[in-house]
């Protein structure tokens, strides 16, 4: 009979970015500053285009998506990183972990493509033939 590995992973361990516990509170205070103004200014971009009829154009359209795809990215991870520092806590479970991956990989995804569309209409005018001589 041969033996196998019966061990399931339950919870995976974060090794976050310090073990010094004087560390802790400034970088706790660090990454919620730059998550706030983060999503803060993603936001004003977002309701500035949707609050102005004037910004209803194909290059804002998609610089509201951008804006909003960021605040949706960086929803994913840095909260669950605050919660851990503030907690001391370096453990997340193996559903909690599959989530945030899915989660990650969707936004990010979303954002490559969402910049692939914003180049192709800044750039399909110039691929159109013009119907005028160069002078």
């Not at 400034?26 to 285009?49: D, E, K, P, Q, R």
């Not at 154009?57 to 998506?65: I, Q, R």
């Amino acid at each position: 009979m041969q033996s196998e590995n019966q061990t399931d992973a339950v919870e995976f361990l974060l090794l976050g970015l310090s073990d010094d516990p004087e560390l802790q509170p400034i970088l706790f205070g660090l990454l919620l500053s730059m998550y706030l103004v983060t999503v803060l200014g993603n936001l004003l971009i977002f309701l500035a285009i949707f609050s102005n009829s004037h910004l209803h154009t194909p290059m804002y359209f998609f610089l509201s998506n951008l804006s909003f795809t960021d605040i949706c990215f960086t929803t994913t991870t840095v909260p669950r990183m605050l919660v851990n520092i503030q907690r001391h806590s370096k453990t997340i479970s193996y559903a909690g972990c599959l989530t945030q991956v899915y989660f990650v990989l969707v936004f990010a995804g979303g954002k490559t493509f969402s910049l692939q569309q914003w180049l192709m209409t800044i750039m399909w005018p110039s691929a159109i033939p013009s119907g005028t001589q160069p002078s």
